[in-house]
């Protein structure tokens, strides 16, 4: 089955830029999507197809994607920001999920 | 605006059936542009594909669960439902219930917990 793999923690200062990678075989022939979670929350999308934002995203989060690997950047990271994040691929009728990263503004 | 709002038993005993219900509401359940389905949690864990279905019944499955899951729709109720059998501990999840689009999940539900448990 397909997999994708996140680094589990991610730590940034509160205005500093943070990158969330992404990682599975053949990714960037796939589209990928990013979504936050809050504690205690459900999902929500920030990022799809690659690098399209969803209506209400704020402009600092923004997505990329090279060979195989996605990456999810969070520009000048506020302390609101922090929460999990997880990366996701459609693969051969299947919606995989990435590990999730947590991150941590410091 | 769209909502999704899971209902069922917050506790279910092993080797029983898991049923869930999500209501749909402002919004159509026989909506072309999307797919419904289901996602589960476990505590403290990461988040799992379970299935979607169109509304006109076309459904996938997560392989790992096929087995034992069913995901349906009844649009006389703008109902979207899942069952899954046979459950042990490790179906203890958050179970959501979601709108899928080609790619990507952009509607969420905000989750029940089931938990299996004699």
């Known amino acids: 089955s397909y997999e994708l793999t996140q680094p589990p923690a991610v730590s940034v200062s509160p205005g500093q830029t943070a990158s969330i990678t992404c990682s599975g075989d053949?990714?960037?022939?796939?589209?990928t999507s990013w979504y936050q979670q809050k504690p205690g929350q459900s999902p929500v999308l920030v990022i799809y197809?690659?690098?399209k934002r969803p209506s209400g995203i704020p402009e600092r989060f923004s997505g990329s994607t090279s060979g195989n690997t996605a990456a999810l950047t969070i520009t000048g990271t506020q302390a609101m920001d922090e929460a999990d994040y997880y990366c996701?691929?459609?693969?051969?009728?299947?919606?995989?999920f990435g590990t999730g990263t947590k991150v941590t503004v410091l | 605006q769209l909502q999704l709002q899971e209902s069922g038993p917050g506790l279910v005993k092993p080797s029983e059936t898991l049923s869930l219900i999500c209501t749909v509401s402002?919004?159509?359940?026989?909506?072309?542009?999307?797919?419904w389905g289901w996602i589960r949690q476990p505590p403290g864990k990461g988040l799992e594909w379970i299935g979607t279905?169109?509304?006109?019944?076309?459904?996938y499955y997560n392989p790992s669960l096929k087995s034992r899951i069913t995901i349906s729709v009844d649009t006389s109720k703008s109902h979207l439902s899942l069952k899954l059998t046979s459950v042990t501990a490790a179906d203890t999840a958050v179970y959501f219930c979601?709108?899928?689009?080609?790619?990507?999940?952009?509607?969420w539900g905000q989750g029940a917990l089931v938990t299996v448990s004699s």
């Open positions: 197809q690659d690098n």
């Open positions: 979601a709108t899928f689009r080609e790619t990507d999940i952009d509607r």
């Open positions: 996701q691929a459609w693969d051969r009728n299947s919606y995989v």
């Open positions: 279905v169109s509304y006109r019944g076309a459904t």
């Open positions: 053949k990714l960037g022939d796939k589209y």
């Open positions: 402002g919004g159509s359940i026989t909506a072309t542009s999307y797919y």
